[in-house]
């Protein structure tokens, strides 16, 4: 039995979601994922922030020989800035799931999130790595779903997703990718707190599954950027059981995880702490795709632009003033941007009028045209709002 | 008669405020500060934002000779991305002050701030600037406050400062500098939409004005960010009339500019808008100035550390957090982070109890120690708070 969607849906996989006791709430708080094989490939992709926490430096040593039987997440903590007492809990953690498991504490990788600067209850923690090893069998697709739930901090819905490859001669797929996800705040390039396991039971070796994972979060994670910020937990986790028995084309891989990948970013998005609006930034007429990036990003981080779009003003002159703060190719005197389709930017300068703009629908759409190359990239964010203010200022109270 | 502070407080200039009907509220909008020398000498620092305005494009020319006579600036529109048009009110604008004034029109810098995209009211702005011309007379202290007044857009108060040069045998100041400046929103680095003009009655030649003015600049409105967003008019200017006759050593010059320039730059921070806290990052221990900095700005930038102190929440993970984007010289596991004088993070680790921490006053003042070597720099920003929200969210409707 698989699920229709999320880490369970391919073949070879089991999930379960307990509380543990690590909220205050008193909300699920610990996940676990199992790989039963017959494979056990992995990739990971973890934050670039140089302040990593506990479970990031311990997953980059338990996945660097490109195996991994089981992932353990927690919420309600995010053991960084913890130091080696911080490590020592990680650690232990993953050997209780291996015992827990009858596998190797070196194939187990450790995810976590919550507040920085505080220590796990170990305690409780290690009491619900032994529920929720027990909750697994029999889970089936109800396993993937209380995983995704328990991974979840200020998220107000889990976040799952599925993909198939194509279809057998039997009709049937051969194989897919699905995935879970976590993160209401702190989206931003280079990953967030974000947390994201995927699952395949596609047959591939690791450095397959490195690439494909490496090319899909180019364009779709780290393409998201709610509010600028680089969490120190970020991990995104690729396991492949190769179960289906189906070896597909690199490009059918990198294809469906992108898709997988893709359709989670979305829902981060419209699920960020306290946003009013999605906002998709996407630059056209680039010199190159870097330059798309570089100019989608910087008006995604002008909290002037932000403020605007939740005042529902199209204040095109934002946007200008954020893009002439980037080193790409352009004229200023050739720039055209257009806000949900109304051209209120032409040639750098007044375009159509700004009152045929509607910004009340949730999704936004705000599209610069360079006019300096074939290149183009869009970045997505989120407006900044009173709510994003007040979730963020009492987020640890 | 000389002002005890603001542009008319060196000998030799003259100013006026006057309201030519550009703002809807009907407040003071124009301002003109006059040169009578006997020297005209002139420096300038323009916003390094690629989307420039038409009156930042009219004064790198009018000032490439150092020379200037004259300063008009307006309140109530930027003049910015109104393409040929625009530039063509500017040299309009200058051309009316120089007929006022019996000058040439090429020594007329001009400074404009407020919404981008529109096109200025020539007929208001150009009666306004006859209007100025002939308040210029006897406007004595009072015109400095005036001018001052009317270049406010979403300042609360006006902003005038004044330094002093060592005295003379005869115990009366030598020679002064003066200030006023505008700008309460958009502060960042590169400057800021920060009208600025600071005056001096000291003897100097252009390329010594040049220097300390950039230095000045660097060192204080570069250090200020209060929203990381650039402008495309930010304009500082320096007008020395050597009618003091004193000739200042480099260092002296550059000092007094400083002090002006350090006493404006807190001003701008204490009157940004919608904020409630002032907040000064400290990074010691940097292996280089520029490390410094770059570590400095990065937590001024985080979104959720600003919301964070708006909720008086010590959250130095954050801190951390942000230190950890930059490429620095530090180790994670070296660094040290006080709130208002607890060390609340010690060696990247938990350090004192945060409940010591008193976040009620207005100014706060973070302190990170890389211990990675000598240098030092300090960036002032403000917190993130629904009032900046709500500000800029109606600023253009």
Redesign the interface.
């Known amino acids: 039995m698989t699920s229709t969607t999320g880490v369970t849906a391919p073949q070879g996989f089991r999930a379960a979601g307990t509380t543990a006791g690590l909220k205050a709430s008193g909300k699920p708080d610990l996940a676990l994922v199992v790989n039963d094989g017959p494979r056990h490939d992995a990739a990971v992709v973890l934050t670039s922030?140089?302040?990593?926490a506990a479970p990031v430096k311990w997953t980059r040593q338990a996945l660097s020989d490109g195996r991994c039987d089981a992932v353990v997440l927690n919420s309600g903590g995010?053991n960084?800035?913890?130091?080696a007492p911080?490590f020592v809990d990680t650690h232990a953690t993953a050997e209780a799931v291996a015992d827990a498991l009858g596998i190797g504490a070196a194939d187990v990788a450790v995810c976590s999130t919550g507040?920085?600067?505080?220590?796990l209850p170990m305690d409780k923690l290690l009491a619900g790595v032994t529920a929720a090893a027990v909750a697994l069998d029999g889970s089936g697709a109800q396993g993937g779903a209380d995983a995704a739930t328990a991974i979840m901090t200020t998220d107000t819905v889990s976040k799952q997703a599925v993909a198939h490859g194509p279809a057998g001669a039997d009709g049937q797929p051969g194989w897919s990718v699905g995935g879970m996800a976590k993160g209401a705040?702190?989206l931003a390039p280079?990953l967030a707190t974000m947390l994201v396991v995927l699952t395949t039971d596609a047959v591939a070796e690791p450095s397959v599954l490195d690439a494909a994972l490496r090319a899909a979060t180019r364009v779709t994670f780290d393409r998201v950027d709610s509010?600028?910020?680089?969490?120190?937990n970020d991990t995104v986790l690729l396991l492949a059981s190769g179960a289906s028995g189906v070896e597909p084309g690199e490009d059918e891989l990198r294809e469906a995880v992108t898709a997988v990948c893709a359709d989670l970013a979305r829902q981060l998005v419209a699920d960020a702490e306290g946003a009013s609006h999605d906002i998709a930034v996407e630059v056209v007429g680039a010199a190159t795709e870097d330059d798309a990036v570089t100019v989608a990003r910087a008006v995604t981080?002008?909290?002037?632009f932000k403020?605007?779009i939740?005042?529902n003003?199209p204040?095109?002159?934002?946007v200008?003033?954020?893009?002439?703060?980037?080193d790409a190719a352009?004229d200023?005197?050739a720039?055209d941007v257009s806000f949900n389709g109304v051209q209120v930017?032409r040639?750098?300068?007044?375009g159509d009028s700004r009152d045929g703009v509607d910004l009340s629908p949730r999704e936004v759409r705000i599209l610069v045209d360079l006019h300096a190359g074939p290149a183009s990239a869009t970045v997505w964010t989120n407006d900044?709002?009173?709510d994003?203010?007040?979730e963020?200022?009492?987020?640890?109270?």
């Open positions: 922030n140089r302040v990593q995010a960084a800035c913890t130091g911080g507040l920085i600067g505080e220590r705040g702190m280079g509010d600028g910020c680089m969490s120190t981080r002008s909290n002037l403020a605007a939740f005042g003003d204040n095109w002159g934002r200008l003033a954020a893009v002439g703060t980037t352009f200023p005197d720039l930017c040639a750098g300068g007044v900044l709002t009173h994003y203010v007040h963020n200022s009492a987020y640890s109270s």
